[in-house]
């Protein structure tokens, strides 16, 4: 991703350029191998568990194997307007669970 100098506004890739859609700024890409373009949005779940894990943790009954405590964080997954989902993971087995606010 690359802003604009003049207006600071976010620029699009067009060929070797970057381009701003307001202002008509344009600068060389520079090292296209260091640019990733994608289509479509990627999924956003990122937080993988292990067994050094920095998560929180507190108590909460795995639905898989009743264990009472588990690893949690929070995630905005609907609109901004929404509270966001409570995902957990045991601390025991590793299932993973989302608790949502209806």
């Known amino acids: 991703m690359e802003f604009c100098d003049e207006c600071g506004s976010?620029?699009?890739a067009n060929d070797g350029l970057w381009e701003?859609?307001?202002?008509?700024?344009?600068?060389?890409?520079?090292?296209?191998a260091a640019y990733t373009l994608t289509e479509d949005q990627e999924?956003?779940?990122?937080i993988e568990s292990s067994e050094?894990?920095?998560l929180p943790e507190t108590d909460a009954r795995c639905?898989?194997?009743?264990?009472?405590?588990?690893?949690?964080y929070l995630q905005q997954i609907r609109?901004?307007?929404?509270?966001?989902?409570?995902?957990f993971i045991c601390s025991n087995c590793e299932h993973k669970w989302r608790e949502d606010d209806h």
């Open 10 to 12: 976010m620029m699009k």
């Open 20 to 32: 701003c859609g307001s202002c008509g700024f344009t600068k060389p890409k520079g090292d296209t």
């Open 43 to 46: 999924a956003t779940e990122v």
């Open 52 to 54: 050094e894990t920095s």
């Open 63 to 72: 639905p898989e194997c009743g264990h009472d405590r588990a690893y949690w």
């Open 79 to 87: 609109s901004a307007d929404e509270s966001e989902t409570r995902f």
